[in-house]
């Protein structure tokens, strides 16, 4: 009897907190403005938000960065080509080059809070890690903007006209798609790494987007199938709208949220294949720089100088961590089902309830 | 039928498209043709007779092509590769040895992934699943090469330092027991009391254990011995009767339980079994048994229905006989310590078996093989759990709102039938879908992995492949894992059909 009453005390507590949020809805926010609320609430996310536009802007503004005809100056003193002298002193057993970043107090014994002269260290040659790492950064953001743009336009496109056309389109572009899945991406990002990687980091990132839409456009396609039968397109077509006026402006928008999320989850893995690709040799090559290629030039030195592993590492993390919890930020907020979560407050709320309800259980 | 053909002609288009890009792109004769060798010259002819380079690329590919066709009659030819070995054979060696790479990391993540998934799912918004929520998070963006070299730093250097003195120091102790008495208290839920309750009972049970042990020395020989096999196998008795049945269920329980007794009475018998059969077909045939004994004890203890029953007992049987192996492995530990090839230092970071260790011996070469899969089964693991964690608790979170638990629950049934039962099974069915489909893809990722490793399997060969413009391996990597992917999808899509009766496999469109 016990777990009855309370079944319905629960049953009555999330109609309530339902009720709640759909009164809030019927204040008159738009769908868009409520997707919006729904992120600006999800703590996590806009946290990422915040890392991810910081770590963007903090990285290309450390080095000269070309813009057309001009040359914006970056604000940290080297540069990757410049190689200056070893630092020798104050290196703990006999290492060069070790890191000069300082994060413990004056008070705690420390040397104080500054970056000092190199600090993140320098390499075997001496060039300024720091440097390098920014450098290898900014080709990791570059990969994942090209791979998420090229993919996901790719995708979309794909995903749309097999969806909202069906019948033989539909079935000859899904072959395709069959056809592109087949081919493991790390095994077609190899291929063309290895014997494209001297035309540039750009042109391996566009590559990489090329072969990597494939998911998403299964998921558009499912979407587009889904929203075409539905009543306000049928609504459309009688009032006389072309096809392209139904796709862009009746199906697209409804479809939005799938295409953002899964944009998102592709430009986090694709981060980690480009670094993956560039550490075995296949990415990104040597005269140009990337995360992964760092880490493999100096996995080994590990022991000793620990640092030039640490912080290409670091930075790897922190973008693909802030841009999957940015994609499940927006996952939840275009989620039409997450309406039934309640907050900590309503759950607590609830559990008081439930407990006074059936104490004797 | 159909979708068999439509499959076999993606392949090939696929193929084509790759094999037309490999040699396009790159001229295996490049190093030859710049270099000052005198022989250069002749290298040069035999390679292009043999690797048949004068014949342009798409006609080259059905040349290559029809050795692969080979496969319908029994015989598959890869062609060669640079050096003139067969690359069937090649990939003969190696495709056990990534097989082995990968099928451990994969059981241990799916089994930890959907535990979690479900614990996580269960207590939706709790501090737990926030936690385990930020952690898969943190897992998923984690670059496997870099995990791999902190792991050999921190799990095996450190970890066979520790063996040369296994006491463990107070300080870690503490650390260890705070951090475990967490997770459960996170596990369990209830108001405040009981989680610090069950928080301080934990970590004081793991402090003491952890002060025994280490005053036991038995890092440094461990084993269970009977009366602790016999404590753990009564205790997976009772877990397994709780999630398989429910432990109200009192033949099964009972049943569980005598299959834990024997277990103890057949503790010595086992023993002799192990000494003398070095066999891995014994062993298996002993796992066998087990089965079969659960099967009879399961009919022996059964009264109404003897299905869940005899289920129990027979998984108890078979977790037991695991436990059992595990002890025998845990005594061979100290005499494979002591061999001179691992002299002490017994956790390996790279390579796939010790080539000095005699080989003789089946347990001491099992024990060096498992000791060898450790780091990478872990690196691996840790990469795909998350993925597992986050379908696993999405599904389970969007069955847990259908009506059908909504009925189920109002018709009184247990939280404990209604999760397992109700939910979880229908959880299963999009949860083995993506599994069939990732355990192809996971043969892609291995790559890297054993790069860091140091093993040579497929991915070896295929970047010695891709370095050396080999376009036979290459492409036998290639048809390798495009094949396994393909398969995967179909058999992906007819277990779908199998397991959910409303979706037909060819249905009319």
Not at chain 2, 193 to 199: D, E, P
Not at chain 2, 210 to 222: D, G, R, T, V
Not at chain 2, 237 to 256: D, E, H, Y
């Amino acid at each position: 009897m016990a777990i009855f009453k309370r079944k319905i005390v629960e049953l009555a507590s999330t109609d309530a907190s339902e009720n709640a949020i759909a009164n809030k809805e019927t204040e008159g926010l738009s769908q868009r403005q409520i997707v919006y609320k729904r992120f600006v609430g999800h703590r996590a996310a806009m946290i990422s938000v915040f890392v991810l536009v910081f770590l963007t802007l903090f990285v290309y503004s450390a080095l000269d960065f070309k813009l057309g005809p001009w040359k914006i100056h970056g604000w940290w003193k080297y540069r990757i080509e410049d190689i200056p002298e070893l630092r020798t002193k104050d290196c703990p057993g006999g290492n060069v080059g070790c890191p000069t970043l300082s994060l413990r107090p004056k008070f705690l014994g420390g040397a104080g809070f500054g970056l000092g002269e190199h600090p993140f260290g320098q390499d075997d040659i001496g060039r300024d890690y720091f440097a390098l790492v920014m450098k290898g950064a900014q080709r990791s953001i570059m990969v994942m903007f090209v791979v998420g743009i090229v993919g996901g336009v790719l995708g979309t496109v794909v995903g749309a006209i097999s969806g909202f056309f069906r019948g033989t389109i539909d079935a000859v572009l899904m072959r395709f798609t069959d056809f592109i899945i087949t081919i493991p991406s790390i095994i077609i990002g190899s291929v063309i790494g290895f014997h494209f990687g001297n035309l540039g980091a750009t042109f391996l990132a566009f590559y990489l987007g090329l072969f990597s839409w494939t998911g998403l456009s299964r998921l558009v396609r499912g979407e587009f199938l889904k929203l075409r039968e539905l009543e306000f397109v049928d609504a459309a077509r009688v009032a006389g709208a072309s096809n392209r006026r139904i796709i862009f402006k009746h199906i697209l928008p409804n479809a939005v949220g799938v295409i953002i999320v899964s944009v998102t989850l592709l430009m986090s893995g694709a981060i980690l294949l480009e670094t993956a690709l560039s550490y075995i040799g296949f990415g990104v090559v040597a005269p140009d720089v990337s995360l992964g290629l760092l880490i493999s030039q100096y996995q080994d030195s590990f022991t000793s100088r620990p640092y030039l592993f640490w912080y290409p590492g670091f930075f790897i993390i922190s973008i693909a961590l802030s841009v999957n919890f940015i994609g499940d930020g927006l996952r939840d907020a275009f989620d039409p089902r997450q309406r039934r979560k309640l907050s900590l407050k309503n759950r607590r709320m609830r559990q008081v309830q439930t407990k006074t309800t059936n104490g004797g259980e | 039928m159909r979708r068999l053909g439509i499959l076999l002609v993606i392949l090939f288009g696929s193929s084509f498209i790759l094999y037309n890009l490999a040699a396009i792109s790159g001229d295996p004769l490049e190093g030859l043709r710049t270099s000052s060798e005198p022989s250069a010259k002749q290298q040069i002819v035999t390679l292009t007779r043999e690797l048949h380079l004068n014949v342009p690329p798409p006609a080259r590919y059905f040349l290559w092509l029809r050795g692969i066709l080979g496969l319908f009659v029994g015989h598959i030819d890869f062609g060669n590769a640079r050096n003139g070995q067969s690359v069937s054979e090649l990939v003969q060696h190696a495709i056990p040895v990534t097989i082995r790479l990968v099928t451990a990391a994969t059981i241990v993540a799916i089994i930890l992934g959907i535990t979690v998934g479900i614990v996580t799912a269960l207590r939706q918004y709790s501090r737990f699943d926030y936690a385990m929520t930020f952690v898969s998070f943190l897992l998923y963006s984690l670059p496997v090469f870099w995990v791999a070299v902190l792991l050999k730093q921190y799990l095996a250097i450190r970890f066979n330092t520790f063996l040369q003195n296994p006491s463990v120091p107070v300080g870690w102790i503490i650390v260890f027991s705070c951090l475990s008495g967490i997770f459960w208290a996170g596990v369990v839920s209830g108001n405040r009391k009981r989680v610090l309750q069950i928080f301080i009972v934990v970590a004081i049970a793991n402090a003491g254990l952890l002060e025994i042990l280490s005053l036991l020395k038995w890092f440094a020989h461990p084993g269970l011995g009977p009366i602790f096999l016999f404590l753990a196998a009564v205790g997976t008795a009772f877990g397994v009767t709780q999630v398989s049945v429910g432990i109200r269920n009192r033949p099964a329980l009972k049943a569980a339980l005598a299959m834990a007794a024997l277990a103890l009475v057949s503790y010595y018998p086992s023993q002799y079994l192990f000494k003398h059969s070095q066999k891995l077909s014994t062993l298996l045939l002993m796992v066998l048994f087990t089965i079969l004994l659960g099967a009879l004890v399961g009919r022996l203890f059964a009264k109404i229905d003897r299905g869940p029953v005899v289920r129990t007992s027979i998984i108890t049987g078979f977790v037991i006989s695991l436990l059992m192996l595990l002890d025998k492995l845990m005594q061979t530990w100290a005499p494979y310590m002591a061999t001179d090839a691992i002299n002490g230092r017994p956790v390996p970071t790279i390579g796939q078996a010790n080539s000095l260790l005699d080989q003789s011996d089946f347990w001491m070469s099992t024990l060096d093989t498992l000791m060898h899969l450790v780091l990478p089964t872990i690196a691996l693991t840790l990469i795909s759990f998350a993925g597992y964690v986050r379908f696993t608790r999405g599904t389970l979170l969007d069955v847990l709102n259908a009506d059908y638990i909504r009925t189920a629950r109002a018709k009184g049934l247990t939280e404990r039938t209604v999760v397992m039962r109700h939910a979880f099974r229908n959880t299963l069915i999009p949860l083995t879908t993506i599994i069939v489909v990732d355990f192809a893809g996971i043969i892609g990722g291995a790559i890297i992995t054993e790069s860091v490793f140091g093993w040579v399997g497929m991915g070896t060969l295929f970047r010695q492949a891709i370095s050396s413009f080999d376009l036979n391996l290459l492409m036998a990597v290639f048809f390798i894992t495009a094949s396994l992917s393909v398969v995967a999808n179909l058999i992906a899509d007819l277990l779908y059909s199998a397991l959910d009766p409303r979706i037909r496999v060819g249905a009319g469109k």
